[in-house]
């Protein structure tokens, strides 16, 4: 039987993302996930995670990122913890897409991404950790790995 | 990511293979810099074989697009998989972006 929930450690540090992508690759291969779907968790993920270490950490001290990957009842859940200071992407305003083109930011971007891609962000702050669960529905007829 | 350079006419592509994300899109960034310092107004990125992008990529395109506007120039994006448009549409980014579906396609905007 194949385990429903794989839980891994990632550093702060940018390169960690192969990382982070090696683990999704092989816990949706497990799952038989469709492409698309990984594709979209991957990105949602990196955003994430990029984020916390942009913004996470005033010191240069190692940070250790916990992320927990499950899957039930066509849902894909993500658990994203981090130390770092309060951070709520959840409560970070939508992008003005309509500014002219020398205007334009990308800053907000991931987390307009992210929001369109998943079903449902909750975040929480306990313990002085920042803690970011992250639901997807999973499309069943799509094509898998 | 590898990124393979060449030049048609006046045009600089940039063919793009693997995964354009907040690891890999600095060393992008520093080649488009590159071609621009050399003269490059004229541009083309061709996403045949890009597998994956997150907004560290569409940073890079971003910037691209305002630095060749100021010098009077072009960017033109190609042959991209259908959810790696997807992005570029959530984005925004076709309202000032011309996408193309193929390569010849987009060397036909200069």
């Known amino acids: 039987m194949s385990s429903k929930k794989i839980t891994f450690k990632l550093e702060n540090k940018l390169s ?9 690759e092989a816990f949706a291969k497990e799952h038989q996930l469709p492409l698309k779907d990984i594709f ?6 990196e955003e994430h995670f990029t984020n916390i270490l942009s913004h996470g950490y005033a010191d240069r001290e190692t940070h250790w990122i916990d992320i927990t990957l499950s899957v039930e009842q066509e849902k894909f859940i993500a658990c994203i913890e981090d130390d770092g200071i309060p ?7 939508a992008p003005d897409f309509k500014c002219p083109l020398e205007e334009r930011k990308v800053g907000g971007l991931g987390v307009h991404l992210t929001r369109h891609y998943l079903d449902s962000m909750a975040y929480q702050r306990r313990g002085g950790i920042n803690i970011l669960m992250m639901t997807k529905k ?5 094509e898998g790995v | 990511m590898q990124i393979k350079e060449e030049k048609q006419n006046a045009v600089h592509i940039f063919r793009l293979d693997g995964r354009l994300d907040s690891n890999t899109s ?23 074989k890009l597998e994956y992008l997150s ?9 691209t697009t305002k630095d060749l506007k100021r010098l009077e120039g072009k960017l033109v994006l190609c042959s991209m998989a259908d959810y790696v448009r997807e992005v570029f549409e959530i984005s925004g980014f076709d309202s000032f972006l011309p996408i193309t579906a193929t390569r010849d396609d987009a060397l036909k905007k200069f």
Do not use: W, Y
């Open chain 2, 26 to 48: 600095p060393v992008f960034e520093e080649k488009v810099s590159d071609a621009i310092a050399k003269g490059a107004k004229q541009m083309v990125i061709d996403f045949e």
């Open chain 2, 55 to 63: 907004s560290a990529g569409l940073r890079v395109i971003l910037k």
């Open chain 1, 87 to 93: 951070f709520n992407p959840t409560a970070v305003p």
């Open chain 1, 40 to 45: 979209e968790i991957n990105l949602c993920l």
């Open chain 1, 16 to 24: 960690e993302l192969k990382r982070l992508h090696q683990q999704l």
């Open chain 1, 138 to 142: 999973i499309d069943s007829q799509a």
